[in-house]
């Protein structure tokens, strides 16, 4: 298997900007996670998901963020507008299970 | 919140040390998980050990639940085992994550 595949790896974009990132879980995973790595604040889970379906969004930070899963293979996450404070990097991870993670390569965000 | 401290901040090792991290954490638990995030930004799941003790090659890891504390050991340490070692715990999906701990081995 191709692990969890994220893009874009890399994203710079301008303040006020929509930004979406893409996630692709390994096959057959139930549990899909966003999270987010900051200096500052360090390893955050925003929201997770099972079965495409949202079960906490309480660390997704504002109504700026958005998080989708359509299908069972593609999972998306939205900010709009985006701010500098935005400036992280995006892991996406999922689980077959209710123990491990699998996580993908990330996606460093710079908002300008 | 669950607290989660780690301790020490940073290692720096000789190729060949041995070595302990440490991961306290403020409530019980019933998901605890170690994670090395290598120096290219990868994090790969190290162990999942709520409890007990478990090993896989050079490293090992040692959960006492009742006083809330998980040890990851690392033996015989190589260059590659440099990186950030991430302890996670919590309940599913609800993980707090620690600062970590800064590990560099020397050649």
């Known amino acids: 298997d191709a692990g969890v595949i994220q893009s874009p790896r890399h994203e710079v974009t301008e303040m006020g900007q929509e930004v979406t990132l893409r996630c692709k879980p390994i096959?057959?995973?139930?549990?899909l996670f966003w999270y987010r790595q900051t200096m500052m604040r360090g390893l955050e889970l925003l929201i997770y998901?099972?079965?495409?379906?949202?079960?906490?969004d309480s660390g997704m930070p504002e109504d700026r963020f958005s998080a989708k899963m359509p299908n069972a293979s593609f999972s998306t996450l939205k900010i709009q507008p985006s701010e500098p404070r935005d400036s992280a990097v995006y892991f996406c991870?999922?689980?077959?299970?209710?123990?491990?993670?699998?996580f993908g390569p990330g996606t460093r965000l710079t908002v300008l | 919140g669950i607290q989660v401290e780690q301790s020490p901040p940073d290692l720096i090792l000789q190729e060949g040390a041995n070595s302990t991290l440490r991961c306290n954490f403020s409530?019980?638990?019933?998901?605890l998980q170690w994670f090395h995030q290598n120096p290219w930004g990868q994090l790969i799941n190290l162990f999942y050990?709520?409890?007990g003790t478990k090993q896989n090659g050079r490293l090992s890891a040692t959960t006492v639940a009742t006083e809330r504390y998980s040890l990851l050991y690392i033996s015989s340490s190589q260059t590659t085992d440099s990186g950030v070692y991430f302890c996670?715990?919590?309940?599913?999906?609800?993980?707090?994550f620690g600062a970590g701990t800064q590990v560099v081995v020397t050649p």
């Open positions: 991870a999922s689980s077959p299970t209710t123990d491990t993670q699998y």
């Open positions: 050990i709520p409890s």
């Open positions: 096959s057959g995973h139930d549990y």
């Open positions: 409530d019980s638990v019933n998901n």
């Open positions: 998901f099972n079965n495409n379906v949202p079960i906490d």
């Open positions: 996670a715990v919590g309940s599913w999906g609800k993980f707090q």
